[in-house]
């Protein structure tokens, strides 16, 4: 579900160094966008880090949990750099704009939260087929009531989504077979999972 501004989202290549060169927006940009980006960019680096990006976000009507930023940082990075340049938020912000409105119409009786219900009818239509026994342990994962509401708010929709997108995509790439079945080395997997638990 990337925003269909930014098709090619990719960490920094070429240089060793060119992490560290803020990227441009994208020509077009919503003066808006650039508007936001500088208005988060509180100490005018260039670049949004974590801390940044967690004020900027939670300043809307929203709050936004710490691990949610920082798993956009990693989806939007594809690394654990915690910074973001224009390029990267610009792709944030209208994919932002995207899980706001996925998130209304999932959520079926206005709630403001998903429930187990809405959250699988949510991942199916996103293509992903996700067991009764994986849907309960998400349920309680990101039910930031500790799974007693069985239900989850807008931010930990997001971080869900990205989390079972992100594990879906790494295992499709060693499932070249498309069989539901995949051959990880140790460290391979331990790579695949652990920013996932750590971000
Ligand atoms: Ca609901």
């Not at 929203?62 to 224009?86: C, D, E, W, Y």
Request: glycine share 6%.
């Amino acid at each position: 579900m990337e925003g269909a501004h930014c098709h090619h989202v990719h960490a920094p290549f070429g240089s060793p160094f060119a992490g560290l060169i803020p990227s441009t927006f994208p020509p077009g940009t919503d003066p808006n966008v650039v508007a936001c980006f500088q208005l988060a960019d509180v100490d005018g680096s260039g670049f949004i880090d974590d801390v940044e990006l967690h004020k900027a976000l939670s300043s809307c009507d929203q709050t936004f949990s710490a691990r949610t930023v920082r798993l956009l940082m990693h989806h939007f990075t594809n690394s654990n750099v915690r910074k973001i340049g224009p390029r990267e938020f610009s792709c944030m912000f209208y994919s932002l704009q995207e899980w706001r409105a996925k998130f209304e119409s999932f959520d079926q009786d206005r709630s403001g939260k998903i429930d187990a219900f809405e959250l699988r009818e949510a991942l199916r239509s996103l293509g992903y087929r996700i067991s009764p026994v994986v849907m309960d342990l998400l349920i309680s994962r990101f039910d930031k009531y500790g799974g007693t509401s069985r239900a989850i708010e807008y931010d930990n929709f997001i971080e869900c989504c990205l989390t079972v997108k992100g594990l879906t995509e790494k295992f499709k790439e060693k499932d070249t077979a498309l069989c539901g079945s995949a051959t990880f080395t140790y460290e391979a997997f331990m790579l695949t999972v652990l920013p996932f638990l750590i971000a």
